[in-house]
């Protein structure tokens, strides 16, 4: 038995020798195959614990892989979630954008339709002063000329008494 342990052993590290490096690092999927091969290997040199080990085993693996495919599936999760945060930043970027755009047009548009109502109202006040201007001059002229009328009818009461002939 003891035989077949060493011999095993030195399958495992002539072929760890032929490989180029091994990984600073190993995956859990390597972590998950190695486990596989050492209780295997305890399997075959301890019958009488083969089927505890193996349970062992099996727990272990069917757990590494539900680790490592919770992983695979977070980081794909993640890398969506950047994608899809990147496409809505630009995405917000452009609609802020094209939405200051809009607002600066009709801001001049604004700012033009006040400065033309601003001359329009200007333009009004001043005809308004013209006409009250001519207005109270209307008023004074006709006042002068009702004086001047009565001065007139006056004058004429007078030549009237004055000269008795006309």
Same mark, same amino acid.
């Given at each position: 038995m003891s035989s077949l342990y @060493? &011999?095993?052993? =030195? /399958? @495992? &590290?002539s072929r760890k020798a032929q490989s180029d490096s091994p990984p600073s690092s190993p995956s859990p999927i390597a972590k998950t195959l190695r486990h596989e091969r050492l209780s295997r290997l305890e399997a075959a040199t301890n019958p009488t614990t083969a089927s505890d080990s193996s349970s062992y085993s099996d727990r272990a693996s069917s757990r590494s892989s539900a /680790? @490592? &495919?919770r992983e695979n599936r977070l980081a794909a999760l993640s890398s969506k979630a950047e994608e899809e945060s990147n496409r809505d930043y630009k995405k917000l970027y452009e609609s802020a954008l094209s939405e200051n755009q809009k607002l600066k047009s009709k801001l001049? =548009? #604004?700012q033009l339709e006040l400065a033309d109502i601003k001359s329009k109202l200007?333009? #009004?006040q001043q005809k308004q002063e013209k006409t009250s201007d001519r207005s109270s001059m209307l008023e004074i002229e006709k006042r002068e000329k009702r004086a001047l =009328? &009565?001065?007139l009818s006056e004058m004429e009461e007078e030549m009237k008494f004055a000269d008795p002939l006309c």
């Open positions: @060493t &011999r095993s052993k =030195e /399958y @495992t &590290r /680790y @490592t &495919r001049q =548009e #604004a200007e333009k #009004a =009328e &009565r001065k």
